[in-house]
């Protein structure tokens, strides 16, 4: 099956520093990559879509600033949180689509980022 | 706007026995996808089971299954012999049809525990 990756898996910054967690298709091209936020006990909120050579789409109420995602690559994408804060440590988790009629979605295990 | 509605935040229950997660949805799209996510504690999240809108024949995948009511916008999932192993956060998860962006979006969750 697909797999999908992410790295760091875990991650502990001081408040102000910038955070990059990288999200990778391994076996497979990504057409679409997808950003997603958990909260302890919460479900996962989508915070943006990312298409490959184009600007990344927003959910509302989702700092593009702040969160800068890049699609470099079909098996590649970013998610850099800068000027970190407290209220910013959460679960963060990509998925990858390889389009197409099955819209099939791979999840990566995600990485947990602590911001001191 | 899609909305995902799980309205049981946790169930339990005995080891080999049979239970059922529900999940309601609100969309005006007629073609679209269903799935049901397993999310264990390892928080990589895990795809049960799908479920194409245009099909009336319920999903199965083994010990797992569904009971899909279009008309109603019902999507419940039925886990027979339950396993310890199926203790997770189970999610249900909607997606328009394709070429539509490929999003998901997930109901708040139900915690299942298997009961030895």
């Known amino acids: 099956g697909a797999v999908v990756s992410q790295h760091p898996s875990w991650v502990i910054c001081k408040s102000g520093t910038s955070v990059k967690i990288e999200c990778r298709s391994l076996?497979?091209?990504?057409?679409?990559m997808f950003w997603y936020r958990q909260f302890p006990k919460q479900s996962l909120m989508l915070m943006a879509t990312?298409?490959?050579?184009?600007?990344?789409?927003?959910e509302q109420g989702v700092e593009k600033d702040k969160f800068l995602i890049n699609h470099a690559s079909l098996t590649l994408s970013t998610l850099t949180v800068t000027s970190a804060h407290p209220e910013d440590s959460s679960f963060y988790i990509c998925?990858?689509?390889?389009?197409?009629?099955?819209?099939?979605?791979?999840f990566g295990p995600g990485t947990r980022l602590t911001v001191l | 706007a899609q909305t995902v509605t799980q309205s049981q935040p946790e169930m339990s229950v005995q080891e080999a026995e049979t239970v059922t997660l529900s999940c309601t949805y609100d969309?005006?799209?007629?073609?679209?996808?269903l799935f049901w996510y397993k999310q264990p504690p390892s928080r990589q999240m895990i795809l049960v089971i799908r479920?194409?809108?245009?099909?009336?024949q319920n999903a199965t995948e083994n010990r797992f299954s569904v009971n899909f009511q279009k008309a109603a916008k019902s999507f419940s999932l039925k886990i027979s012999d339950s396993q310890l192993g199926d203790t997770a956060m189970y999610f249900c998860?909607?997606?328009?049809?394709?070429?539509?962006?490929?999003?998901?979006?997930f109901g708040t969750g139900t915690s299942l525990t298997v009961i030895p």
């Open positions: 990312s298409n490959e050579g184009s600007k990344a789409t927003y």
């Open positions: 969309t005006s799209e007629n073609n679209y996808y």
């Open positions: 998860a909607f997606m328009k049809g394709p070429n539509t962006g490929n999003q998901f979006y």
């Open positions: 998925s990858a689509s390889t389009g197409g009629l099955r819209n099939e979605q791979f």
């Open positions: 076996d497979f091209q990504a057409t679409t």
């Open positions: 479920q194409e809108a245009y099909k009336q």
